[in-house]
């Protein structure tokens, strides 16, 4: 796209005045107005032409993959001109309305034939944020046009919980259980795997003797065993209208994510393999199962694109996809909710065939509101109202809750605010009881 600059409408403007007096002066001037509008235009046509077009730029966007939903980010973008390049250039960002980006609109001087400008995308709320557009426009030599180019980049910056403070969190926590032997006996210790032979001493267990290889040796020896690894673990977040309520003010999703980033950071650390995996009215997403030291990084990327939904979960479809997806015996942990009995009971169907074949952690945050409703002293007749259908729900929740506990599903039943340490130490009961 190609325009006149403020500049080219001043000239003309000031020179259509001048025109019109010599006209009024002397009437066989009045040319001169035609002959300065056709003047202004064909400067302004030249001053096209004579400049770098839009076919000898070349526009480069760096852009981070993720940012933390209290942090902030660095965009840049640097525009190339082939030839003669122009004194400076102005950019101008478009995002989607997870971020912001400030300044909007930077002017960036040319040097070498490069004009680079930065902005700071700074996150609003957590999900997959996107730069939709980049505008560059950049003047011609005479200052007559502005000639403007617009990249859809399509660049997406993960907006994800707080990394930084998921990390503090999970190495308080792993490092509290290291007084227990689960971080520095990470090879030799509790486990199954057997390891190796060592004569028995005093504190051995005498559960561990090996008696055959005893009477072999002629003297008494232990088997010495090391923790299991490698132990695939899903995350399995329920992102329907029931998980989007606040909990405490933060939406049941941010809550599961939250407490699912926190456990995959541990179980990763203790050398287990870790998928996510997002479903409402039907599976949004599965990240498959990551492990290593970038696993981390590529598990909270991914996820942000699990959005908040105003579908009701189905149940059957997707927890009976993922049991098919996952084939090796498994630890999933799911993160739901839920209101009554029978909006449950599709729920504890499809829990009960998941299994028969992978242990189930299940994780539902306390509903405090509704305790809190419950405790409240009643004042009027609404209070009271709003009591005993609290109580109700309360009631059917941990009747839902028991039936679970029957079918040997394991359960975490814990206040939002404890979410994230309590679903850590579940993890490390069911490894060191062997149970995964």
């Known amino acids: 796209m190609i325009y006149p600059t403020r500049r080219a409408v001043a000239v003309m403007a000031v020179g259509a005045p001048v025109a019109l007096l010599l006209g009024l002066i002397a009437p066989g001037w009045w040319v001169v107005a035609g002959g300065w509008v056709a003047l202004i235009l064909g400067l302004t046509l030249a001053d096209a032409l004579i400049g770098p077009g839009r076919g000898d730029v070349t ?5 981070p993959l993720a940012i933390g939903i209290t942090g902030e980010g660095v965009m840049t973008a640097s525009a190339a001109f082939a030839g003669r390049a122009p004194p ?4 101008a960002f478009e995002v989607n309305d997870r971020l912001a980006v400030s300044p909007d609109r930077p002017v ?18 957590r999900g997959e944020g996107r730069i939709l557009g980049l505008w560059l426009r950049w003047p011609g030599p005479l200052g007559l046009v502005w000639k403007q180019l617009r990249v859809a980049p399509a660049r997406a910056v993960a907006v994800t919980p707080n990394i930084q403070a998921v990390k503090e969190t999970a190495l308080r926590l792993f490092s509290r259980d290291a007084l227990f032997g689960l971080k520095t006996q990470l090879e030799t210790g509790e486990g199954a795997d057997f390891h190796a032979l060592r004569d028995m001493v005093g504190a051995m267990d005498t559960r561990v003797i090996d008696w055959k290889q005893s009477a072999r040796h002629g003297k008494l020896l232990g088997k010495e065993f090391r923790t299991e690894r490698n132990h695939p673990i899903v995350m399995a977040i329920d992102t329907g209208r029931q998980m989007c309520e606040p909990r405490g003010g933060v939406p049941g999703v941010d809550l ?14 203790l050398g287990d393999r870790v998928g996510m995996y997002g479903f409402d009215d039907k599976p949004r997403l599965f990240t498959g199962l990551q492990d290593g030291p970038r696993g981390f990084d590529r598990l909270r990327r991914l996820s942000a694109s699990l959005d908040y939904s105003t579908e009701e979960t189905n149940y059957a479809l997707g927890l009976t996809q993922l049991g098919g997806v996952i084939k090796r015996r498994s630890l999933i942990v799911v993160f739901t909710d839920f209101v009554d009995t029978t909006t449950a009971e599709r729920m504890i169907e499809t829990l009960t065939r998941l299994a028969r074949r992978h242990r189930v952690l299940f994780v539902a945050p306390r509903d405090e509101d509704l305790e809190a409703i419950q405790r409240r002293r009643p004042v009027t007749a609404d209070d009271v109202t709003r009591a005993v259908t609290a ?12 039936r679970l506990r029957r079918l040997g599903i394991q359960i975490l039943d814990a206040p939002a605010a404890r979410l994230g340490p309590a679903l850590i130490a579940a993890y490390l009961d069911l490894k060191r009881r062997d149970l995964m």
């Open 59 to 63: 526009i480069e966007v760096d852009a």
């Open 88 to 91: 400076g250039a102005r950019f």
């Open 108 to 125: 960036a001087r040319a040097v070498g034939g490069v004009a680079s400008a930065s902005a700071r995308l700074t996150p609003r709320r």
């Open 256 to 269: 599961a994510l939250n407490a699912a980033l926190l456990l995959a950071y541990v179980c990763l650390k």
């Open 391 to 402: 109580a109700a729900l309360l009631r059917d929740r941990e009747l839902v809750i028991a």
